[in-house]
């Protein structure tokens, strides 16, 4: 009996054991499965062109994003082809982070400068092949791959570039334009300044193109000013510009800070940037300094964007009546008698009677309206190419994002909203997000001169 309930204990712990073992294997292998599944997955990287390329030549840049979000991107290599030559333009690896998540980048947006005639292609037909490869262990250990093959044509001749009009003069804080003709579908093109560059449009004939160029308003003599024409393929063409520069006198003004002012306008502010702290003269600061540097990068943006092509005609329309404080007058603001702060007026202060009706310089397209800051409630309308006209401190904004107005179209009406003693219309001119002075805008006469007569012969 004894010796029974001893087998029969000893036929359990052999049971348990088997059973033991065999889930002990069944999880190794589900572990090793679920191991060799993230190891060795078969997902390809996706791989997207933002621009499409038929010629190569010069420098042409490549946009392109690549994503893998399993085992992570582990090369990207570009490699041009003709026949039996082949030049690697760009190879780029990651190192293996990781083993058990994704091993590289999950994503990429690069920006590739393709130099393919270092390359040594010769003119005619060949292939650009864009590869990514992923870490899965898949394929012999060598990934997953995904492939982009684009016939392209080596192109080596650069266009012809003329100028068939440059504005003469150009002063610190004003606008330039030139008009030029490129003898093939252009790549990148416009004018040059130092290191700031304006994209030129075209003008509808005669292969012809504008570009409308600006000067900051405290600038010296630029070191180069230059024309830039390329084509399709990269080969670029270099003309120096023949306007010459004048400097613009510096103005200056004081403005006194009361603190019946500061009581008044700081809860404006606080409504719309909680953030600010201290006395009322340092949320003044806060809002006169990092506020207005952030309205600027705001605005910048907004003119960043531009319809390609001309909505205004003819002189700017200038809203009646006197003028408060000119473009670029360099302030200072006092506080008590003692200097706190200097900032530089961007535009041009009309006031007339309050609650003005304030209509559109010129025909545009309404691309903001809201609450800017310093600037108060605000209307801006791009009139293509470049050209921007902003109206601020508005009591009442009368238009919309997206509405196409007419040269003196009423958009809103006159106040004190932003950083506004009183009622007042701030008007400022940008040409390509770079403040000018708005008086060359409401010239007829410097229209005609710099613009109109040089259109008008095409």
């Known amino acids: 009996m004894a010796r029974y309930i001893r087998l029969r ?49 010069g420098k042409v840049e490549l946009p392109l994003r690549a994503t893998d979000q399993k085992s992570g991107i582990r090369s990207l290599t570009i490699t041009l082809v003709q026949g039996d030559t082949s030049a690697v333009l760009l190879e780029k690896s990651f190192p293996r982070q990781a083993w058990f998540k994704p091993a590289g980048p999950t ?79 252009p790549g990148k093109h416009g004018v040059a300044i130092d290191n700031a560059f304006f994209p030129g449009f075209p003008v509808g004939k005669n292969n012809a193109y504008v570009c409308y160029f600006a000067l900051p308003w405290d600038t010296g003599p630029p070191a180069k000013m230059r024309l830039i024409g390329s084509d399709e393929a990269g080969n670029e063409v270099v003309l120096p510009l023949p306007t010459t520069f004048k400097k613009e006198a510096v103005k200056r003004d004081s403005i006194n800070l009361s603190d019946r002012f500061l009581q008044q306008k700081m809860p404006e502010f606080e409504q719309h940037y909680p953030e600010m702290k201290g006395t009322l003269v340092e949320k003044y600061l806060y809002v006169n300094n990092q506020i207005r540097r952030s309205n600027t990068e705001t605005i910048t943006q907004i003119c960043a964007a531009t319809d390609p092509q001309q909505l205004w005609a003819d002189r700017f329309l200038r809203m009646f009546g006197s003028t408060r404080a000119g473009f670029a007058d360099q302030r200072t603001y006092l506080y008590n008698g003692t200097a706190v702060d200097t900032q530089t007026h961007l535009g041009v202060d009309i006031a007339s009677l309050e609650q003005a009706e304030i209509r559109a310089a010129n025909r545009g397209k309404v691309v903001f309206t809201g609450y800017l800051g310093i600037y108060g409630n605000t209307v801006i309308i791009d009139h293509g190419q470049g050209i921007t006209s902003l109206y601020s401190h508005l009591s009442s904004i009368d238009t919309t994002v997206g509405a196409l107005v007419e040269k003196d179209q009423p958009i809103g009406h006159s106040g004190a909203t932003g950083m506004a003693g009183g009622d007042h219309l701030h008007f400022s001119m940008l040409v390509h997000g770079l403040f000018v002075t708005p008086v060359e805008w409401w010239d007829q006469h410097w229209i005609d001169v710099n613009i109109k007569s040089a259109l008008n012969a095409l």
């Open 9 to 57: 204990h000893s036929s359990r712990r052999s049971g348990f054991l088997k059973t033991l073992l065999l889930t002990l294997a069944t999880v190794a292998v589900l572990a090793m499965a679920g191991v060799g599944v993230l190891l060795f997955e078969f997902e390809k990287p996706t791989l997207v062109l933002d621009k499409e390329i038929k010629y190569l030549g």
């Open 107 to 185: 994503s990429l947006n690069e920006k590739v400068l393709i130099d393919a005639q270092k390359a040594g292609i010769k003119e005619g037909k060949a292939e650009l092949i864009v590869s990514v490869r992923d870490f899965s262990l898949n394929n012999l250990f060598r990934g997953n791959e995904t492939l982009r093959r684009l016939p392209v044509t080596m192109d080596t001749t650069p266009p012809v570039v003329k100028i068939l009009h440059a504005q003469r003069t150009i002063r610190s804080g004003g606008s330039g334009m030139v008009l030029y003709a490129i003898s093939e579908p």
